[in-house]
């Protein structure tokens, strides 16, 4: 390799090296060392290409060169934590992304993140499937972006403890991650309708040639969707309203469709005014294990079948504890 790329890429990796440290790193004299100094910093006169992604600095009589187009610290570690705290990736791909991250700072910055990291990063916290999902996302990107169909294999296990296992043909929308896994939106062949699939769950994924009708006026915007969908299943669009007893944020971070109808003098032993709230949402299993979820700090008004599926589902669950 020419010896100025090899000084360069030493510069690189380290935090800052002066041209002795440079000598005796490839075993060539200062001067030499020096002409190879010289030559990177003709490149950087020259090249406005390279001056876009990388910083050669001299400070004293040490030189470093800084990357310009990677993430700084401070983005680095948020998206470490975030990444972390999803517990979206396997015990494979989630160590090789953090690295690839922490890659991306200089080695003082380095540590400084992965000291903030570290007990996450070494905690055994993965989800019991450990399907890779990097890989498969973004082949599944791939074929949205050229709108081809695909074939593939699901086994839903949500039903019951015999899995489902069907074949299904599709023109895939929009992937999206909630609450734990990733997902993916498709228009089906056979009902002419939109679902939604755990990525994780499918397998044998090939594209195909295959006519699907598509009726525009009824075509899934995500972007708009994402309001009314909560934690990654399907449902009917409804509107909620209940009595709510807590914290007002909480409820507007995650149902963005929040509105306050009123508030209610009513007491409270919670140290909130009590306010009756309307959300707009798909309502599905996910939405209604989150209302059975926060059932002290709410009570369900309307529709009158969910307060009553609500209620319903409550009493059978005390009685279970009278057994």
Request: net charge negative; charged share 30%; with cysteine.
């Amino acid at each position: 390799m020419n010896l100025s790329i090899e000084v360069f890429l030493q510069l690189l990796e380290n935090e800052s090296c002066q041209t002795k440290d440079i000598a005796e790193k490839q075993g060539i004299t200062i001067r030499t060392a020096q002409r190879a100094i010289k030559e990177i910093k003709v490149a950087f006169d020259k090249s406005a290409v390279l001056n876009k992604y990388f910083q050669l600095k001299k400070i004293g009589r040490a030189y470093s060169i800084e990357q310009r187009y990677l993430l700084d610290q401070n983005q680095v570690l948020i998206l470490i934590k975030l990444l972390i705290a999803s517990r979206s990736l396997n015990s494979t791909e989630l160590p090789r992304l953090t690295n690839k991250m922490l890659d991306m700072l200089t080695l003082e910055e380095r540590d400084v993140v992965s000291e903030s990291v570290m007990t996450e990063r070494i905690t055994d916290n993965y989800l019991t499937d450990e399907s890779f999902r990097i890989e498969k996302m973004g082949q599944l990107e791939q074929y949205i972006y050229h709108k081809q169909k695909i074939r593939f294999t699901y086994t839903d296990r949500y039903p019951s403890e015999i899995p489902n296992i069907e074949t299904i043909e599709m023109l895939p929308i929009h992937t999206f991650f909630d609450n734990l896994y990733f997902f993916i939106i498709g228009l089906v062949k056979d009902k002419q309708e939109y679902r939604t699939f755990r990525i994780d769950w499918m397998d044998d994924i090939e594209p195909i040639h295959l006519k699907i009708p598509m009726d525009h006026s009824k075509y899934h915007d995500h972007g708009q969707e994402t309001r009314y969908e909560a934690f990654g299943y399907q449902g009917k669009k409804t509107r909620i309203q209940f009595e709510y007893y807590g914290y007002m944020e909480y409820i507007k971070d995650i149902f963005p469709s929040c509105k306050v109808i009123k508030t209610i003098d009513k007491p409270n032993r919670f140290p909130f005014s009590v306010k009756i709230l309307e959300i707009e949402v798909n309502y599905s299993d996910g939405v209604k294990l989150w209302l059975l979820g926060e059932t002290t700090i709410l009570r369900v008004l309307s529709p009158k079948s969910i307060a009553d599926d609500i209620r319903d589902t409550l009493r059978e669950g005390y009685e279970r504890y009278l057994d």
